[in-house]
């Protein structure tokens, strides 16, 4: 059995570099202009596209929430200290 390398200590602060499990959506890929027939089909690339495109924009926006969330450094809480009776 191969022996295990151990991993690289997690940075500090967040990077640009999204986190592994939650990586940045890719954009479609854009038709060509000689892929449309241009006689109406019930699956047109064109409108194919457009639909991944926003499905696309939307994925993107949530994407860079969690992202700038995940960097935002939780708010400490107040430690409460118990008082004892007298």
Excluded: I
Aim: net charge positive; proline share 15%.
């Amino acid at each position: 059995m191969p022996a295990l390398t151990p991993l690289p200590p997690a940075p500090a602060t967040m990077s640009t570099v999204s986190r592994p499990h939650d990586p940045q959506p890719q954009p479609p890929v854009k038709p060509g202009n000689d892929e449309c027939c241009h006689s109406g089909c019930t699956f047109c690339v064109l409108e194919m596209y457009q639909e991944d495109l926003a499905a696309y924009e939307d994925a993107l926006r949530a994407w860079q929430q969690r992202q700038q969330a995940a960097a935002t450094p939780p708010a400490k809480k107040h430690a409460r200290t118990a008082r004892k009776a007298s």
